[in-house]
């Protein structure tokens, strides 16, 4: 039996399993995306902190999407919109992103 890239090779049978490029615990996706929102033209820095809602920086609702796309590239993962319906601050974004890793 031997890898190779996303394939698990064993004998004649090939099967073929997704592999997990990030697993990340709280601290790397929170320090993640307060680096998404430092990049984000508009954002008041000086408030950013890991327990901030998007309300308090200036975060818009196209800003949050683009974050949310850019994340989604990072992490390997998908957001749906009802996944990201209710999230206003950086710790509910953490707990949404922790919950499809």
Do not use: H
Request: charged content about 25%; some cysteine.
């Amino acid at each position: 039996m031997w890898r190779a890239g996303n394939f698990l090779l064993r004998s004649q049978n090939i099967y073929r399993f997704p592999i997990r490029w990030f697993s990340g615990n709280q601290a790397t996706v929170e320090s993640s995306i307060l680096e998404q929102l430092r990049g984000v033209e508009g954002v008041n820095l000086s408030k950013l902190t890991s327990k901030c809602t998007f309300k308090e920086i200036g975060l818009d609702s196209l800003a949050q999407i683009e974050m949310y796309s850019s994340l989604e590239d990072k992490f390997k993962i998908t957001l749906s919109d009802e996944d990201t319906d209710g999230v206003k601050s950086v710790p509910d974004l953490v707990k949404i992103i922790l919950s499809k890793l």
